[in-house]
Structures are given as structure tokens and as C-alpha cells.
């Protein structure tokens, strides 16, 4: 069992502040490396060999995507 409480947070970010964080992972992800990224004072370490996916949810009047990292 893991020592970790459960949470689920969502920040929002500016433009330039998601683009900066995007373009950061894209280059890790291109060099085969660890991703690193801080949330809401949560340091997460992502390894390279975490698996990817995108998903897409639609309700009446909204449209939402996620760009999801597991490992």
C-alpha cells in the first residue's frame, strides 16, 4: 500500500506557462528521458517509459481533452 494520499487537483495555467510545460515534455519524451514537473508543490518524477493516452470527453455544451501520463 502506498504511503500517498489520494488527491486530484487540476491547476489552471496561462498560455506561454501550458506551451513552456508541453514543449518541456515533448523534448523529454523525444530524448528518451524522465520528465520532471512541479504541481501545486508536488514535485512528480515521470519516467520515460510511462504509457501515454488522450482522451476525449463531451458533455451538452462543453468539450473536454486530457493528455494523460501513467506509470
Not at 504509457?51 to 458533455?59: D, G, L, Q, T, Y
Not at 451538452?60 to 486530457?66: I, K, L, Y
Request: no cysteine.
Amino acid at each position: 500500500m502506498s504511503d500517498k494520499s489520494e488527491r486530484d487537483i487540476e491547476k489552471v495555467y496561462s498560455i506561454q506557462e501550458f506551451v513552456a510545460k508541453l514543449r518541456r515534455l515533448a523534448d523529454s519524451l523525444e530524448a528518451g528521458q524522465a520528465f520532471e514537473i512541479q504541481i501545486a508543490g508536488e514535485r512528480l518524477y515521470i519516467p520515460a517509459n510511462a504509457s501515454f493516452s488522450i482522451e476525449h470527453e463531451r458533455s451538452d455544451d462543453t468539450n473536454e481533452v486530457e493528455f494523460q501520463l501513467r506509470w
